[in-house]
């Protein structure tokens, strides 16, 4: 099980990224190209892949020098365009001729999205990898075992599966929060306080975790969304469990597999670095580049003292103590020190400047601090949110399979998945294709200049009697399918109706 390669099957999506300030030069094109997948396709189909969505993208600029190309609709294909940062584009391309691939360029590009963030989060911005070393060797280096550890969450035994019309009713790029009462919220605010002594003047950032859902933070909401993200998939403790697991499994049968909340992740260590040893490309392996890899599977374990543990940062010099992680705020772009505690389904994720700590003997003795006077009160927080906490079945509502969405915080909230699951493909797919003119509705709102958002009601009767529901009031969605209803237009009406006065105090309610 890995990652298939173009010799093993025809590949059904190709990614790459390229820099359009080099590789000017005829006989240097090459020198554009920062990452492809994948990586065994021939040279000149990996240069017609880049010269075509190039030219696309110099000819759509013409005609709209601030919004270029964003998505090419072929007969058998779709290119998804993402500018990552200043002339560093991501292309996408997708094969049309899989029955299940119906899905929306958004979500596509959302992916995009997530992994130059996530990729920045960790390593800082591209442009300056590539400034800092112009032959290129370093940048290509971090971004293709990133990139590579990030697919690899995306694939199902030899096939990468993308979010299609089955995550209809999912939002990429999205945070989910834990709903608390108030004597919680108090007890949060307490734990809070009390990291922010243990670490004295220096400046702090926390982010407060129950299972894989947000409770609290005082960073900014791209940096939170980023922290979040890389928490659900690699620090809680059910992302800790899927890597425990994989490691059982491999000791056995050197593959695995492990199904959480109806995604299912890739968890074989050996396979997907046994693709990178059979895969990489000749520019990576004239080069040893020092390498931080933190998206690499079962690399984070829970100590006997409650910290959190990883050495892909490396080891301490004349010692075997892992080197204490490091990320990239996005706000402030400084360095900081990243310290999680967990407790049962409690996560606490402390961020601290890498320039107010001395180094690792600092960090070990600001880890005893917390030991010393925040422990218990992380105790007592995992016991009232553990309490007043509905499984994941807490935001089930009856009758409905919802998705809503609050896209200036980055939140989303959905039915359980496996409550989605129950729904039928034909009402999935018919979502789909709502979503994605919804989509189109929302790109026709940004370009009017009319500084407005737009809001939007859609109501359809699927050709299998279900109804699928679009309301966007205010910067905030609701999309709803009802599978078991009357079939006149009332009931939808007064079902949503009832839903947002029940759930979302009104937000969603006709005037």
């Not at 925040?374 to 089930?396: C, D, F, I």
Request: with cysteine; charged share 25%.
């Amino acid at each position: 099980m890995g990652l298939t390669s173009e010799s093993d099957a025809k590949e059904a999506m190709k990614l790459c990224m390229f820099d359009l300030r080099r590789g000017q030069t005829e006989g240097q094109e090459l020198d554009k190209i920062l990452f492809f997948y994948p990586a065994d396709l021939p040279i000149t189909n990996q240069l017609s892949v880049i010269g075509l969505s190039e030219g696309l993208i110099t000819f759509t600029r013409i005609f709209s020098p601030d919004a270029p190309c964003e998505v090419i609709e072929a007969e058998k294909h779709c290119h998804v365009f993402y500018e990552v940062e200043a002339d560093i584009w991501m292309v996408m391309v997708v094969e049309k001729e899989n029955p299940e691939s119906i899905w929306r360029v958004d979500a596509l590009r959302s992916v995009l999205k997530e992994i130059h963030s996530l990729f920045v989060m960790f390593h800082g911005y591209i442009r300056a990898l590539v400034d800092k070393e112009p032959s290129g060797g370093l940048v290509r280096s971090h971004l293709y075992y990133f990139i590579m550890d990030f697919l690899s969450d995306f694939s199902i035994g030899k096939k990468l599966q993308l979010p299609n019309f089955r995550d209809s009713l999912k939002e990429q790029g999205t945070l989910q929060m834990l709903t608390v009462g108030r004597e919680a919220a108090i007890e949060v605010q307490s734990l809070v306080t009390l990291l922010e002594s243990c670490v004295g003047n220096k400046q702090c950032y926390s982010m407060t975790m129950f299972q894989d859902l947000l409770v609290s933070t005082n960073l900014s909401p791209i940096d939170t969304l980023n922290l979040f993200t890389y928490a659900v998939l690699r620090l809680t403790p059910i992302a800790l469990f899927r890597g425990a697991s994989a490691w059982s499994s491999l000791r056995k049968t050197d593959t695995a597999c492990s199904t959480y909340a109806g995604a299912l992740q890739v968890t074989s260590i050996s396979a997907i670095d046994q693709y990178y040893n059979s895969h990489d490309p000749p520019s990576l392996r004239r080069h040893n580049y020092p390498l931080v890899r933190p998206l690499q599977h079962s690399k984070w374990s829970k100590g006997k003292d409650g910290f959190l543990t990883t050495d892909i940062w490396g080891t301490e010099v004349n010692s075997l103590l892992p080197m204490c992680p490091t990320i990239w705020l996005h706000l402030t772009e400084e360095k900081m020190f990243l310290l999680a505690y967990q407790h049962r389904g409690l996560t606490v994720i402390l961020l601290v400047p890498v320039s107010s700590v001395s180094g690792d003997q600092g960090i070990s003795m600001l880890k005893q601090q917390i030991i010393e006077n925040a422990s218990l009160k992380m105790l007592k927080v995992e016991e009232k949110l553990s309490r007043g906490w509905g499984g994941e079945n807490a935001y089930h509502v009856s009758g409905y399979r919802y998705l809503l969405v609050d896209g200036d915080r980055y939140v989303s909230r959905a039915s359980p998945p496996g409550k989605v699951t129950t729904l039928t493909k034909e009402s999935l797919v018919a979502l789909s294709k709502l979503r994605e003119e919804v989509d189109l509705e929302k790109a026709r709102a940004k370009w009017d200049n009319s500084g407005r958002e737009k809001d939007i009601e859609i109501c359809i009767r699927a050709k299998n009697n279900s109804w699928l529901i679009a309301r966007l009031v205010r910067g905030k969605e609701l999309y709803m399918v009802l599978e078991k209803g009357s079939e006149t237009l009332l009931f939808a009406a007064d079902a949503t109706e009832k839903f947002s006065e029940r759930y979302c105090n009104g937000a969603f309610s006709l005037d």
